[in-house]
């Protein structure tokens, strides 16, 4: 079956500093890795999204993600933080198949100003 | 283009009762899944529909039912309501649901949001 680890539950940092969320799924075959953010008050939103190609793939808002497939991992950076970013932060994956997406638990960040 | 609409935005039950939440997708989306999301479990697939057919099921008991109309519109139903069944229940929409054109991507609606005491 497969699973979606995101290693961070509560991240705090300051405007400017670097991001970088972690996520690694559990999953043999084909996937399409998945990360969604959800603003205060808002629905998940799609951030960006893998399915093939170069595993450097971008986002809105400046983020970007690297899919390293032998780490089994699909990390969210930014370099520089906003405010406005604060929000939960999910990593999900699906197969290539059906619309069935696993979901991490999510990665609440806190952007103090 | 409208997005997810979902109804009810907020409702309590009482133990044993049943709901009904709706569902209407985007315009033109032909499937549509339902997760529930609560902080201990996070977001949890519940099924998904794609032209009046469920074609994926999460991990729920049989108390978690849907289905789909031909306009593309969903209903879930929850029976004999448990207080574990408190949760926020989001309704997504994909114009495609698998097979090598599926973008993958999930429109997602603000949720329905069930207390249960």
């Known amino acids: 079956a497969q699973s979606v680890s995101q290693h961070n539950h509560h991240v705090i940092l300051s405007e400017a500093a670097s991001l970088e969320l972690g996520c690694n799924y559990s999953?043999?075959?084909?996937?399409?890795l998945f990360w969604y953010v959800q603003y205060p008050g808002q629905h998940l939103q799609l951030l960006l999204k893998?399915?093939?190609?170069?595993?450097l793939v971008k986002g809105i808002k400046g983020f970007e993600a690297e899919f390293i497939k032998s780490k089994f991992s699909f990390n969210l950076r930014k370099p520089s933080v906003q405010w406005s970013d604060t929000a939960e932060y999910f990593c999900?994956?699906?197969?290539?198949?059906?619309?069935?997406?696993?979901f991490g638990a999510g990665t609440i960040l806190r952007v103090k100003s | 283009k409208a997005g997810v609409t979902q109804t009810p935005r907020y409702l309590i039950k009482t133990r044993g009762q049943q709901v009904t939440l709706s569902c209407s997708p985007i315009?033109?989306?032909?499937?549509v899944s339902w997760y529930q999301q609560t902080p201990g479990q996070g977001l949890q697939f519940l099924f998904e529909?794609?032209?009046?057919?469920?074609?994926n099921k999460g991990n729920f008991p049989g108390r978690f039912s849907g289905r789909q109309f031909s306009n593309s519109r969903s209903e879930m139903n929850v029976s004999t309501l448990e207080l574990g069944d408190s949760a926020l229940y989001l309704c997504?929409?994909?114009?495609?649901?698998?097979?090598?054109?599926?973008?993958?991507?999930?429109?997602f609606g603000e949720g329905s949001r069930l207390t249960v005491l």
């Open positions: 529909y794609f032209s009046e057919t469920q074609r």
């Open positions: 999953y043999g075959g084909t996937v399409n």
């Open positions: 999900a994956v699906n197969g290539v198949y059906g619309n069935k997406l696993v």
């Open positions: 315009s033109g989306h032909r499937s």
């Open positions: 893998y399915f093939s190609g170069d595993p």
């Open positions: 997504a929409s994909s114009p495609t649901s698998g097979g090598a054109s599926n973008t993958g991507e999930l429109f």
